[in-house]
């Protein structure tokens, strides 16, 4: 009885011992788990577009106006598959990027020419058709651990390289409102189309390349949730832009005219993460793109170079993401 009695203390004692352990050690932080350096993943990104420029040729022929030649690609529907990645080291340096492409389909092109005095003398519509877009991004930065217990918060500025494509495909044309007599004007009769949808009549194509500064921070909300903010600022943006008009033989061999500038932007980007595993995630956001320039246009037959005013893209969609951790 007493050897049971003996035993009996040395186990309460021992299991005192072990419970005031577990609590000193429930005390203290624990570790937050450890980010895997490494990221593989695809998305598919949603979005709508638009891209407008003009020109100024009055400088050379007093009878036009400024500006002379107004077009808007609106409203162009982007569906683009991407592939992207992220890799870290021991000393937090990291690289990521994505690089995706697809097609554009709908949209329209609103085509208006002025003469002296902004008398608009011809203006007209067109079907987006055919149409696609491709891109890529390349980031390198620095992490660092903004706080480390309880959310889990971090802050990584980068420098990086966007690259950009679009091209437009425009069909058919259909006669808008314009302020000249019809005796006067390329299209007779207001809603009449003058040349079928089924002819293409303009290609527009868009080269962006940028510098990216900016930062990407992450907050871990919940034990299985991360919100990710990816902001950049695009001190220079360049674009090289080729127009093909087909029913101009004036103009020359396609493309005829080629626009060049520098400018400014921005891209912006969030999301929501969810982790399914330590490896596996989920994730869902929105991204705005915008870029804006001024320079030449060059009539690549002739030499002759005009000013380029306000060439303008924007894009902004929603996507949905899939990556592996490891």
Excluded at 78 to 89: I, L, P
């Amino acid at each position: 009885m007493r050897k049971s009695l003996v035993c009996m203390a040395l186990l309460a004692g021992i299991a005192g011992t072990v419970s005031a352990r577990a609590q000193t050690i429930e005390g203290i932080p624990l570790p937050p788990p450890i980010e895997p350096p490494y990221e593989l993943g695809v998305r598919y990104w949603q979005s709508v577009g638009k891209t407008k420029f003009s020109d100024n040729a009055s400088e050379r022929n007093r009878t036009l106006g400024n500006p002379t030649s107004v077009l808007t690609y609106d409203d162009m529907n982007g569906y683009t598959a991407e592939f992207f990645w992220y890799a870290r080291n021991e000393s937090e340096i990291f690289a990521k990027g994505f690089a995706g492409g697809g097609w554009l389909d709908g949209g329209s092109l609103d085509d208006e020419d002025y003469a002296r005095g902004q008398i608009k003398f011809s203006d007209t519509f067109s079907k987006i058709e055919g149409s696609s877009i491709a891109y890529t991004t390349i980031d390198l930065g620095r992490r660092f651990v903004v706080r480390d217990s309880g959310p889990f918060v971090s802050v990584s500025p980068f420098v990086g390289f966007n690259y950009w494509y679009e091209q437009a495909m425009a069909h058919g044309v259909r006669c808008n409102p314009d302020d000249v007599p019809p005796s006067e004007s390329f299209c007779p009769f207001t809603g009449r189309v003058v040349i079928p949808y089924s002819q293409k009549v303009i290609r527009n194509e868009a080269n962006w390349a940028s510098i990216r500064l900016g930062a990407e921070i992450k907050v871990k909300l919940w034990d299985r949730l991360t919100l990710i903010a990816d902001a950049a600022g695009v001190p220079y943006a360049y674009v090289s832009n080729f127009d093909s008009h087909y029913l101009r033989g004036d103009l020359g061999p396609v493309p005829n005219i080629e626009d060049r500038g520098s400018g400014w932007g921005y891209q912006l980007e969030g999301a929501l993460r969810y982790d399914i595993s330590p490896e596996w995630s989920a994730g869902a956001g929105v991204r705005y793109w915008f870029a804006t320039v001024g320079g030449v246009s060059d009539f690549r037959n002739f030499d002759i170079a005009v000013p380029l005013k306000d060439f303008t893209s924007e894009r902004f969609g929603v996507f949905g993401d899939l990556s592996y951790r490891f």
